[in-house]
C-alpha cells in the first residue's frame, strides 16, 4: 500500500487524522477471564516513507513464544492506562525512551484466544531514535526488524486455526527476513493498514 505523498509529513498528518483520539484513559476493570494487555504500533519516519517495528518474542517464554509482535505486554499495577502499559513495556523491551514517543490514539482491542488476553492498540509516532540504539530485553525478545509500511499489502494471505475447538481466520504478513506475521499482531496490522488507505475491515 502507498500512503499520500504530498510533503515529507504528509504521512504523520494522514496517521493523526485517521487515528487521533484521547490516549490518557484509565484501565478499567478487566472483562471476565481475560487478562489487559497493550502494544505500542511505533511509526517511525524513513527516507521512503514511514516504517513499523516488530520484535520476535522469545522461545523461552511461556505464551507466544518465538511469535512476531509488537513492543508491549501485561498491564501492572501501577500503569494507569494503555498507553502507559504500552510506553512501559516498549521502553523494558527495546530501549526506546518514553519522552520519544508521541502517542496519537487509542484503537479497537484484539484478543489472544490462547492467553485469553485481551489486547488494546496504541498507535505513535517516535521521533529522534536511531534504530542503531535498540537495546533488546534478551529475556523477553531474541529480534528486531524495521518495515517500509508500503512494502505491505491491504489485502493479505490468510489462514484458519482450530483453537479451543474454534475456528479463527488469522491474515499472514510474510516478512523478507523470513519472519512471518499472524495471529493478533497481523490483524492489528491489517485494520491499521485498512484505516490509513480508508476502509476498516
Same mark, same amino acid.
Given at each position: 500500500?502507498?500512503?499520500?505523498?504530498?510533503?515529507?509529513?504528509?504521512?504523520?498528518?494522514?496517521?493523526?487524522?485517521?487515528?487521533?483520539? +484521547?490516549?490518557?484513559? /484509565?484501565?478499567?476493570? @478487566? &472483562?471476565?477471564?481475560?487478562?489487559?494487555?497493550?502494544? #505500542? *504500533?511505533?511509526?517511525?519516519?524513513?527516507?521512503?516513507?514511514?516504517?513499523?517495528?516488530?520484535?520476535?518474542?522469545?522461545?523461552?517464554?511461556?505464551?507466544?513464544?518465538?511469535?512476531?509482535?509488537?513492543?508491549?505486554?501485561?498491564?501492572?499495577?501501577?500503569?494507569?492506562? +494503555?498507553?502507559?502499559? /504500552?510506553?512501559?513495556? @516498549? &521502553?523494558?523491551?527495546?530501549?526506546?525512551?518514553?519522552? #520519544? *514517543?508521541?502517542?496519537?490514539?487509542?484503537?479497537?482491542?484484539?484478543?489472544?484466544?490462547?492467553?485469553?488476553?485481551?489486547?488494546?492498540?496504541?498507535?505513535?509516532?517516535?521521533?529522534?531514535?536511531?534504530?542503531?540504539?535498540?537495546?533488546?530485553?534478551?529475556?523477553?525478545?531474541?529480534?528486531?526488524?524495521?518495515?517500509?509500511?508500503?512494502?505491505?499489502?491491504?489485502?493479505?494471505?490468510?489462514?484458519? *486455526?482450530?483453537?479451543?475447538?474454534?475456528?479463527?481466520?488469522?491474515?499472514?504478513?510474510?516478512?523478507?527476513?523470513?519472519?512471518?506475521?499472524?495471529?493478533?499482531?497481523?490483524?492489528?496490522?491489517?485494520?491499521?493498514?485498512?484505516?490509513?488507505?480508508?476502509?476498516?475491515?
Amino acid at each position: 500500500m502507498t500512503l499520500p505523498q504530498t510533503g515529507p509529513l504528509a504521512w504523520e498528518r494522514r496517521l493523526i487524522d485517521v487515528f487521533a483520539s +484521547p490516549v490518557d484513559c /484509565a484501565w478499567g476493570p @478487566a &472483562e471476565g477471564k481475560n487478562c489487559d494487555s497493550s502494544v #505500542l *504500533v511505533p511509526f517511525f519516519p524513513g527516507p521512503s516513507g514511514p516504517k513499523l517495528l516488530f520484535l520476535r518474542r522469545s522461545s523461552n517464554l511461556r505464551h507466544h513464544a518465538g511469535e512476531i509482535c509488537f513492543p508491549g505486554g501485561m498491564r501492572e499495577k501501577e500503569d494507569y492506562g +494503555p498507553t502507559s502499559t /504500552a510506553l512501559r513495556e @516498549a &521502553e523494558e523491551e527495546t530501549g526506546i525512551m518514553q519522552s #520519544l *514517543v508521541r502517542p496519537v490514539g487509542i484503537i479497537d482491542p484484539e484478543y489472544a484466544v490462547v492467553s485469553t488476553t485481551r489486547v488494546l492498540p496504541v498507535v505513535a509516532i517516535v521521533e529522534g531514535f536511531d534504530p542503531e540504539d535498540l537495546k533488546l530485553s534478551a529475556d523477553e525478545i531474541d529480534g528486531a526488524y524495521f518495515v517500509e509500511v508500503e512494502k505491505f499489502p491491504l489485502t493479505p494471505a490468510s489462514r484458519t *486455526v482450530n483453537l479451543k475447538g474454534v475456528s479463527h481466520e488469522y491474515p499472514e504478513y510474510p516478512l523478507d527476513n523470513g519472519w512471518l506475521i499472524w495471529g493478533v499482531t497481523a490483524r492489528i496490522l491489517r485494520r491499521v493498514l485498512a484505516r490509513l488507505k480508508g476502509g476498516e475491515p
